[in-house]
């Protein structure tokens, strides 16, 4: 039998190990800590672009152009060209156009820009984007009404109610009581239906005038489903819930903005090779429906649309009916040397501190890196600003005073490394 003696060690040694254990346990836990307050900092937020002249990291984190583009790759001819495709419609003939490039080639960006730009120079025109066509032409008017916007169409209405009435700050004089608004509107419903033959539509649009329907109204107008209860509400017979009332309700809105002195209904519509995911019916449905949507406006419509060339080819080899009414093909090449050059010293000079003077337009990069990027990118516009927007925030982040090619490679050794193999 065990001595009290040796009971005595034993119970010591397990004291030991227990401490022992505890002790390692605590300095994993601190080590832990310790390490993760190294490699995780999500305090610092910011970061101090001074050094290189600039007030914010001039290119974009993601690789989607804003919808407020204020700068555009120096592309003369192509720009040109969509011009000339604007100034034809603006000559009550309608034209139409293809922009065609890979992807990250700069076809979203150029038709925001273009519609940036017929927004600040043509008080008389109304442009809208959309990203994508959509599966069928009713959310291909869904997605044009959405963009088009709320207000805007409220501000529609009371303008037809002007012109229709002759009556002035209408608007302000149904809100003081001077005007009754049921008789305003009488008269505005029997004007309306003279020019448009959509008795649902021209019901509903009316309606937005009123509080306590117009966004019922709007969700209507928008061909979003609506229970009968709510139809009944809004005195409309029926949904616009189909690719004929689609157009329908499509050709009714431009003929109200045609009455109030609209020349041009431009419609840009991005990613139209989407439609290649479609069945092969619902493909040849989509592209009837934008052909029939052509044929009724010979007048007062351009058409501009973005698409990806393997897509285009397809469509140009197995839809003649639709692609020959697209009255011009713009190829959006890949970017030159000396244009991506341009491009990135434009986006430094938009975001440089007002006394930064910089050695150079394309300062902190040296004439190396550009080549750098113009190779590692391949004259895509899209991984260009990805590129740059790293390499300067990398830059910043390791003091680097210039970036070079070399400091390029060294900062972002994954991008390079890809491009050298």
């Known amino acids: 039998m065990p001595s009290k003696c040796t009971f005595g060690i034993l119970w010591m040694e397990k004291y030991l190990y227990m401490i022992t254990s505890l002790d390692v346990y605590r300095c994993i836990r601190e080590y832990e800590n310790v390490s993760s307050e190294k490699l995780l900092d999500f305090k610092k937020t910011s970061k101090n672009y001074k050094a290189y002249g600039l007030k914010r990291n001039p290119f974009p984190y993601v690789g989607v152009p804003e919808d407020a583009i204020p700068l555009y790759a120096d592309r003369k001819k192509e720009l040109k060209m969509i011009e000339e495709v604007i100034k034809s419609s603006l000559q009550n003939v309608s034209c139409h156009a293809a922009l065609i490039g890979s992807y990250g080639n700069g076809k979203t960006h150029t038709l925001k820009y273009l519609k940036r730009q ?31 916007g709320f207000q805007r169409l409220e501000e529609l209405v009371w303008k037809f109610l002007e012109f229709a009435t002759g009556e002035k700050s209408l608007r302000k004089k149904v809100n003081e009581g001077e005007v009754l608004l049921p008789e305003i509107l009488e008269i505005g419903k029997r004007r309306l239906l003279n020019e448009i033959k959509y008795t649902d539509f021209a019901t509903a649009f009316l309606k937005l005038t009123m509080e306590e329907c117009k966004f ?7 061909g979003e489903s609506i229970i009968s209860d709510y139809r009944r509400e809004l005195d409309v017979v029926s ?14 809105l431009k003929r109200i903005l045609a009455l109030l002195g609209n020349k041009l209904l431009c419609l840009l519509i991005d990613e139209f090779e989407s439609i290649e995911y479609l069945h092969p019916i619902l493909k040849q449905k989509i592209l009837n429906g934008i052909r029939h949507l052509i044929d ?8 501009i649309i973005g698409c990806a060339p393997e897509v285009w080819v397809d469509i140009v080899k197995e839809y003649h009916a639709f692609s020959d009414r697209i009255f011009r093909q713009i190829t959006l090449k890949a970017l030159s040397e000396k244009d991506m050059r341009d491009f990135i010293a434009a986006y430094l000079k938009n975001s440089r501190l007002d006394d930064a003077d910089p050695p ?19 004259g895509n516009i899209r991984r260009m600003l990805m590129i740059c927007n790293q390499a300067i925030d990398a830059g910043i982040e390791h003091d680097i005073p210039e970036i070079t090619s070399a ?3 060294e900062l972002l050794p994954d991008l390079f490394e890809t491009v050298e193999s």
């Open 360 to 378: 150079n337009e394309i300062f902190p990069f040296t004439d190396d890196a550009i080549t750098e990027i113009h190779r590692a990118a391949e």
């Open 239 to 252: 949904a616009i819930d189909n690719d004929e009332k689609a157009l329908r309700a499509f050709m009714s």
């Open 216 to 222: 019922l109204a709007w969700k209507y107008l928008c």
């Open 296 to 303: 009724l406006n010979p007048q007062g419509f351009c058409l």
């Open 407 to 409: 400091k390029l490679r």
């Open 118 to 148: 017929i927004e600040n120079q043509l008080e008389d025109v109304v442009v809208v984007y959309i990203s994508n066509p959509g599966d069928r032409v009713l959310s291909l008017y869904s997605n044009f009404m959405h963009e088009f």
